[in-house]
């Protein structure tokens, strides 16, 4: 899921970027856009983009009360409930497993 808040195929509306590299990195970077039968600004977006949304989704912070995280630690620390579906959960393999 895209934490973008237009989709990829929106119209273009922004100012262009223009930018400088060596013959080497660009003609590194359109060899990969044509493995994925893209153009080369298509493929330096979409690239750019997902490093945005990583950087943004790894700099995310929640902030709590004192009270807040001892709550979120009480229930974190507590046994789980007898519950047939969460049992059955547990007991599968995970997925890399099987």
């Known amino acids: 899921m ?7 195929t929106a119209p273009v509306t922004a100012t262009v970027i223009n930018l ?11 060899r990969a856009a044509r493995l ?3 153009s080369r600004t298509e493929f330096m977006l979409e690239a750019s983009r997902e490093k ?3 950087v ?11 009270q807040q995280y001892l709550a979120f630690e009480a229930l974190m620390n507590a046994p789980i409930a007898n519950n047939a579906k ?10 890399w497993e099987k």
Request: hydrophobic fraction near 45%.
């Open 86 to 95: 969460v049992m059955r959960l547990l007991s599968e393999p995970a997925p």
């Open 20 to 30: 400088r590299t060596g013959l080497a990195q660009r003609e590194l970077i359109d």
């Open 56 to 66: 943004l989704l790894d700099r995310t912070l929640f902030t709590v009360t004192a």
């Open 2 to 8: 895209s934490i973008a808040s237009a989709p990829a």
């Open 52 to 54: 945005a949304e990583q």
């Open 36 to 38: 994925q039968g893209k």
